[in-house]
């Protein structure tokens, strides 16, 4: 099927995918200098994410070029693999190889991931729209690369959508225990704590408009001004990390490659201008916030919120969805 070098590269690779040994690595890397990307791309496919040093082995194996940086990454997701997004983040070369399958969780009518979601597809990742109201026509999660949870006018502790929440709250579950990465939202972030150990509740604050969040400066991607419009709030699994805090109670947290924010970094001015509509108008009457101050509020602030946004969405690729998995400990048999 191969011939010459590439057919050696081959070998090489799933020698090394095989023992995961540090020598492998080290004699594809010889291999590879001085081959042809094609010939790389080959033996990289062979080689897989399933090397548990496959972060460092690739910085290795591609010393820096970008072009066999891409062709190992999208060998990878051709071959069904959980993808470590970090050197395709970093690499800043146009990925237009493969889409990368990704379902987008929202209700009917407001599935709109705004600065999020163009950042994703920049990516190259295709999104499928779950409807939340309707679990029973949700697809499997089968092949898929990434979930993102919107948020919702719901509450998690709602009793007229708790089928809805159970069905959603199993589907995180299960794409945590795979390795799935996920990315919640507002209700994305609450639902996701119930489901992995810890709770949502009405908020002893709510928060609507334009708030400041903190974060430490290991995680200052998450710090700066957000835009907020929610009533309920989240304690945090056990085993979580909080990694952003606000007045209001938890801005951000992560589980391996589980990951949701509270505030709404997907919030552009087309979005804002829809939640003020409807009954959004009376929610901003209640907290006396004339709709046009927050709307002139929103146009200054996406100008800074926008790239800010997407500089998240790197960051997860690079940081969160490419968290490695523990491994499965082998018992007797």
């Not at 910085?59 to 062709?71: K, L, M, P, S, Y």
């Not at 009518?109 to 600065?115: L, N, S, V």
């Not at 990465?181 to 949502?200: D, K, N, R, T, V």
């Not at 992560?254 to 552009?268: I, K, L, V, Y």
């Amino acid at each position: 099927m191969f011939g010459g070098k590439r057919k050696a590269l081959c070998v090489v690779a799933g020698a090394a995918r095989d023992y995961a040994g540090f020598f492998g690595v080290a004699k594809l890397r010889e291999l590879v200098h001085g081959a042809t990307d094609f010939e790389c791309s080959g033996a990289l496919q062979v080689f897989g994410f399933e090397h548990h040093l496959a972060a460092e082995a690739l910085a290795e194996i591609c010393g820096g070029n970008d072009r066999c940086v891409q062709h190992y990454a999208f060998a990878a997701l051709a071959g069904g693999r959980n993808i470590c997004w970090r050197w395709v983040a970093c690499s800043h070369v146009p990925t237009t190889v493969l889409l990368v399958r990704a379902l987008l969780i929202a209700n009917a009518g407001d599935a709109d991931a705004g600065f999020v979601g163009q950042r994703f597809e920049e990516y190259d990742f295709s999104f499928k729209h779950v409807v939340r109201e309707y679990p029973n026509e949700w697809p499997a999660i089968d092949g898929i690369d990434l979930v993102v949870h919107l948020g919702s006018s719901w509450s998690v502790y709602w009793d007229d959508v708790s089928r809805n929440v159970a069905a959603e709250s199993e589907l995180i579950r299960e794409a945590h225990r795979r390795g799935i990465p996920l990315f919640g939202i507002c209700f994305g972030a609450q639902i996701m704590a119930h489901a992995l150990g810890g709770s949502a509740e009405r908020a002893k604050k709510a928060e609507i408009g334009w708030h400041d969040v903190i974060a430490t400066p290991t995680y200052k991607v998450l710090a700066g001004t957000w835009m907020q419009w929610h009533y309920d709030t989240f304690s945090a699994p056990a085993d979580a990390q909080v990694l952003a805090l606000s007045d209001a109670g938890p801005q951000a947290i992560q589980m391996g490659r589980s990951f949701a924010t509270q505030f709404h970094p997907e919030a552009n001015e087309a979005i804002v201008s829809r939640w003020m509509g409807g009954e959004g108008a009376a929610e901003l009457a209640a907290i006396e916030l004339m709709p046009s101050t927050l709307i002139e509020r929103t146009r200054s602030e996406v100008e800074r919120s926008g790239p800010a946004a997407q500089a998240l969405v790197d960051w997860y690729l690079a940081e969160v969805a490419s968290t490695p998995m523990p491994k499965a400990k082998r018992g007797r048999h």
